[in-house]
């Protein structure tokens, strides 16, 4: 049986050796034909070496990159979706001239899936609705394969609300949340699955992926200090959806390890 495996939000750089050992772990639980993704917005917020950090992602087994705004909040980060050929995929509702792309046909080994990102509109960057977007996208969509979509940003009742809106009557539709770091509740229902938030990779004694002095310093006392992450021992929330030959979810687990 095929599995999606969604990992949290990475929130900033990590060594190539743990995220070895999250996606063994992963695959471990998932048995045979998985396919691992992930969301990287937070490393693409903050990582010093993004470029070397995108490489490490895709060398440690993840085979698709999800991101957020912060995609292209940065040079390092416009530039890498300018210039990489790997498969990054920045949200489809920013601005039509901003690099990289939206979307996705991924071919796995036993079946191909769409998979998309959106930015539901809580951020600082404005973008196109993302029910006009998906409008536009399962009406000009012509196949029956399974679709993935990760949605950005931390509007609960809209991402439900979407859930309702593209997948009640259609079979093989996942909705995936970020942007809160806390992983939520998994809510399957009739031919759709939704998690509200799939949670965080990040070093267990740091604070959104910072040391706590610096979280305090640019969150509380607003300084203009650069971002000083923490290393450690690391707490990764991941999510594995199975699905029948007609891309249908039929179990899934929610887990936390730490590595």
């Known amino acids: 049986m095929l599995a999606i495996a969604f990992t949290g939000v990475i929130q900033h750089e990590v060594e190539q050796a743990q995220l070895r050992r999250l996606t063994a772990s992963v695959r471990a639980d998932a048995g045979t034909g998985c396919i691992v993704v ?34 292209i909040a940065r040079n390092a ?5 300018m210039q990489s050929d790997r498969p990054l995929i920045r949200p489809a509702n920013l601005a039509r001239t901003c690099p990289g792309r939206g979307s996705l046909l991924f071919g796995g080994t036993e079946k191909s899936f769409w ?3 959106v930015v539901d509109g809580t ?26 979509i990760n949605v950005n940003g931390t509007d609960f009742d809209y991402r439900q609300a979407l859930a309702w809106r593209y997948g009640s009557d259609r079979a093989g539709v996942l909705f995936f949340g970020c ?31 910072l040391t706590p002095a610096c979280w305090w310093q640019r969150r509380i006392e607003r300084l203009p200090v650069s971002p000083v992450s923490e290393w450690g021992l690391l707490r990764c929330d991941y999510t594995l959806v199975w699905l029948n030959g007609n ?3 039929q179990k899934h687990l929610q887990k936390t390890v730490m590595l």
């Open 38 to 71: 992930c969301n990287a917005d937070g490393l693409f917020a903050s990582a010093a070496r993004l470029e070397a950090q995108i490489e490490v992602l895709f060398d440690s087994g993840i085979d698709v990159v999800f991101l957020g705004e912060q995609a």
């Open 77 to 81: 980060g416009r530039s890498a979706l």
């Open 115 to 117: 998979m998309l990102s």
């Open 123 to 148: 951020g600082k960057i404005p973008v196109e609705p993302p029910h006009v977007f998906l409008d536009k996208f399962f009406r000009n969509k012509t196949d029956d394969l399974p679709v993935i």
């Open 179 to 209: 942007g809160t770091g806390s992983p939520t509740v998994v809510a399957p229902g009739e031919g759709c699955f939704l998690q509200q938030d799939t949670g965080s990779v990040v070093t267990d004694r740091s604070i959104g992926g």
């Open 247 to 249: 891309g249908k979810p």
